[in-house]
C-alpha cells in the first residue's frame, strides 16, 4: 500500500469516515489500482477503480475498471466480442477520449502476440487492429475501455495527498472481475483493517 498510513479512526460507524493520513507517493505506481476514496465526489471518479497502465515524470494514465455499460463489445468491435472476459461489454475507461479504445488483456505464459505492449506482469495493451482470431490463444483475460484517465506531471500525486485515493498492489484479475459493480468494496476489503471499514461508507452519508 503506498501514499497512505493510518491513524485511529471510527469503523463501528459507517455513516463517518475513518480517519486516515494520506502521504505523497514516491515513485512509480504503475500497475497498482487507484480506489477512490470516500471524499471524491467526482462524478467521472466517485467509488472508482482505476488501474494505472503508465506513470512518469510526464503524467500518469489509466483505466477506470469496475463500470461496466450495456454496449456489447461486439457491436463495436466485431470479433474482438468473441475474445472480451465476461461482461463482455464495453467499460467507460475515463473522461478523457471517450471515443477511444483501450484493450487491457493478461498474457498466458510463453505467448508472444503481435500487438501486445506489456505495462506490468503479465498485464498489457492490446493493438485493436490485430486480427482477434489470432490472438485467441494468447491472452487469459480481454477488457475493452471507452476513454482514459489521465493526469499531468505532479497531479495524481498532489490528489493523493490531498486524500482522494487510496493506492493498493493490483492482482492480476482485477481488470477482468465477474461482477466489477462490486470491485471497490472488494478491494477495500481485502486490505483488512481500518480499510474494511471504509468499504461500508454510505454512498450518500446523508440518506444514513
Known amino acids: 500500500m503506498t501514499g497512505m498510513s493510518r491513524e485511529p479512526g ?56 469496475n463500470r461496466a455499460t450495456e454496449v456489447p463489445v461486439g457491436e463495436v468491435l466485431g470479433d474482438w466480442g468473441s475474445l472480451a472476459h465476461e461482461p463482455a461489454v464495453l467499460f467507460e475507461g475515463g473522461p478523457v477520449q471517450p471515443d477511444s479504445a483501450i484493450c487491457v488483456a493478461r498474457i498466458r505464459a510463453g505467448a508472444q502476440p503481435p500487438g501486445f505492449q506489456r505495462f506490468f506482469g503479465s498485464l498489457g495493451t492490446v493493438d485493436l487492429e490485430q486480427e482477434p482470431e489470432k490472438l485467441r490463444d494468447a491472452f487469459d483475460g ?45 478491494v477495500l476489503r481485502r486490505q483488512g483493517g481500518m480499510l474494511a471499514a471504509v468499504a461500508q461508507y454510505p454512498s450518500d452519508p446523508t440518506l444514513n
Open 142 to 186: 480481454v477488457r475493452v475501455f471507452a476513454g482514459y484517465a489521465g493526469w499531468s506531471p505532479g497531479q495524481l500525486e498532489e490528489e493523493i495527498a490531498a486524500g482522494s485515493w487510496f493506492t493498493f498492489k493490483a492482482l492480476p484479475g482485477d481488470a477482468f472481475a465477474a461482477r466489477p459493480d462490486d470491485l471497490w468494496s472488494m
Open 10 to 65: 471510527t469503523p463501528g460507524d459507517p455513516g463517518v469516515e475513518p480517519m486516515l493520513r494520506f502521504d505523497r507517493p514516491t515513485g512509480s505506481l504503475l500497475g497498482s489500482l487507484l480506489v477512490a476514496t470516500p471524499a471524491l465526489r467526482d462524478p467521472s471518479f466517485e467509488r472508482s477503480v482505476v488501474l494505472l497502465v503508465a506513470h512518469e515524470p510526464g503524467g500518469a494514465m489509466g483505466v477506470v475498471i
